[in-house]
T-cell receptor, first 110, second 114 residues
Framework: RKEVEQDPGPFNVPEGATVAFNCTYSNSASQSFFWYRQDCRKEPKLLMSVYSSGNEDGRFTAQLNRASQYISLLIRDSKLSDSATYLC???????????FGGGTRVLVKP | EPEVTQTPSHQVTQMGQEVILRCVPI?????FYWYRQILGQKVEFLVSFYNNEISEKSEIFDDQFSVERPDGSNFTLKIRSTKLEDSAMYFC????????????FGDGTRLSIL
């Protein structure tokens, strides 16, 4: 089983719509969780950290379910600039390596 | 906002040659990393470095690879004898290391082995 699994997509989303997708992780010892975004042939950039109680940053909402070992990301009012690959990332502890999922590709269309 | 910088942005090298990829992490960060991403694949961990020594390495990081922090600012990845399969984007990252703090990535070096 892969350590971090994501639906590769693509998710084709009309501009202004809402899109949501999940990832699952296998290591129950994982402690910190993040969503990064990656544009084509660019570096991963932090989108948001994911907290146990769930958290929101503008149009983005992240949820964590430790019991089921999944993380979700919801994007409201999608913009064309949201088109990217969204990477689910977990780590066991502060300073430890990041483990990446394969990414979920989102295409926002006019 | 401080950022991680990497040089060169693109390196083309003949198979069997040595390459050195350079990174300048964010200045108050204590943990440094190298990751790679083969085209079309996921980002993979190579090595982490803390307190002037390797703290963890993956099975990819064999004896052809080495890292060094030669001074207070640079962090380098050396590949001694490159292979075709070393062609990838190589990303350097750093973090202060407190719980929950994310790693910040440089914009990468594209390594092409001919």
């Amino acid at each position: 089983r892969k350590e971090v699994e994501q639906d590769p997509g693509p998710f084709n989303v009309p501009e202004g719509a809402t899109v949501a997708f999940n990832c699952t992780y296998s290591n129950s010892a994982s402690q910190s969780f993040f969503w990064y975004r990656q544009d084509c042939r660019k570096e991963p950039k932090l989108l948001m950290s994911v907290y146990s109680s769930g958290n929101e940053d503008g149009r983005f909402t992240a949820q964590l379910n430790r019991a089921s070992q999944y993380i979700s990301l919801l994007i409201r009012d999608s913009k064309l600039s949201d088109s990217a690959t969204y990477l689910c990332v977990v780590t066991r502890a502060a300073g430890n390596k990041l483990t990446f999922g394969g990414g979920t590709r989102v295409l926002v269309k006019p | 906002e401080p950022e991680v910088t990497q040089t060169p942005s693109h390196q083309v090298t003949q198979m069997g040659q040595e390459v050195i990829l350079r990174c300048v992490p964010i200045s108050n960060h204590l943990y440094f990393y190298w990751y790679r991403q083969i085209l079309g694949q996921k980002v993979e961990f190579l090595v982490s470095f803390y307190n002037n020594e390797i703290s963890e390495k993956s099975e990819i990081f064999d004896d052809q690879f080495s890292v060094e922090r030669p001074d207070g600012s640079n962090f380098t990845l050396k590949i001694r004898s490159t292979k075709l399969e070393d062609s990838a984007m190589y990303f350097c990252a750093s973090t202060a290391g407190q719980a929950g703090q994310p790693q910040h990535f440089g914009d990468g070096t594209r390594l092409s082995i001919l």
